[in-house]
């Protein structure tokens, strides 16, 4: 018999890193009586530069891990393995478990930004992998064709932030060099393409002197989250959840910005699950 979620069982998360935790943060804002294990995948950042099968392969693997561990849907807070992994992981789980969904953070950003009527141009930026999927303007336009979309793989962000070069002379170089490019000149708004994004969300939207709407997924995302329990009688009451945070190898970034987002003491478990 295939296993049925109830209330009381955790949130799973998963994300190369820490990026994740921009989405993570907001669901516990929006959902303060939620559990969360929250996995990061230290061990194989970033995924931007890996190929699909090994995208595949790893969240397969997480997604494995979290429901083990009793999560009640799982959050792909990566961009790259939501565009590469979103279906083998929603194909596993539904082999082995009855009403646990798998929420992504692609689709939420596009349903969002395909309603915005005052937009004519939108940039996408994300990894390497992320921007050769095309799963970003695909998707816009398929939805809205009077959109026009331009993309622009930025892969030095991701390590830059996993380094903890943010606010900074080097960073706003970084920064400077990617946006500046000609093809995101006269765009509306700026699609965040990577949950690490939001950690220099202020950077990026001071390069534009505050004229282009700079979008991150994290409060979209967490609103489809808590419509999703909802709507399946899945949302938890109850007080002071404890939360877990789990890498697959060990980083003192991790545990420093971690701390950064939820305000209180983290303690980070170790687990090398491909054993």
């Known amino acids: 018999m295939k296993k049925v ?3 009381e069982q955790p949130i799973g998360i998963f994300d190369s890193g820490v990026g994740g935790l921009t989405v993570a943060a907001a ?7 939620e559990k969360i294990i929250y996995f990061g995948d230290t061990a194989h950042l970033p995924y931007g530069d890996k190929s699909a099968n090994s995208i595949q392969s790893y969240s397969q693997k997480i997604a494995e ?10 959050l792909i807070a990566c961009n790259t393995a939501s565009a590469y992994a979103n279906e083998i992981v929603k194909s596993t789980i539904a082999t082995r478990f009855a009403g646990i969904k798998v929420v992504n953070v692609i689709d939420p950003i596009v349903n969002n930004i395909t309603k915005k009527r005052k937009y004519k141009r ?26 026009e979309v331009v993309s622009l793989a930025t892969p030095l962000l991701v390590p830059m932030i996993e380094e903890g070069f943010i606010y900074d002379d080097i960073s706003n170089a970084i920064i400077r060099s990617y946006l500046s490019q000609d093809k995101l000149k006269n765009i509306d ?5 990577c949950t690490h ?18 979008i991150d997924s994290s409060q979209v995302v967490a609103t489809q989250l808590r419509s999703i329990l909802a709507d399946a009688n899945l949302l938890n009451s109850a007080e002071n959840p404890e939360h877990q945070f789990i890498i697959s190898d060990y980083t003192e970034m991790f ?21």
């Open 197 to 214: 994004y939001p950690i220099i969300k202020n950077q990026i939207r001071k390069f534009f002197n505050f004229d282009v709407d700079v």
């Open 189 to 193: 708004a700026l699609i965040l393409g």
């Open 27 to 33: 669901v516990r804002r929006l959902l303060p009586n």
């Open 65 to 74: 891990f979290l429901i083990d561990n009793d999560c009640k849907i799982i």
């Open 122 to 147: 939108v940039g996408v930026i994300g990894t390497k992998g992320t921007i050769r999927s095309g799963s970003y303007p695909q998707r816009i336009i398929q939805q809205n064709h009077r959109l």
């Open 255 to 275: 545990e420093n910005i971690a701390r950064m987002f939820f305000d209180e003491e983290i303690h980070l478990q170790c687990k090398n699950i491909w054993k």
């Open 5 to 7: 979620p109830t209330a």
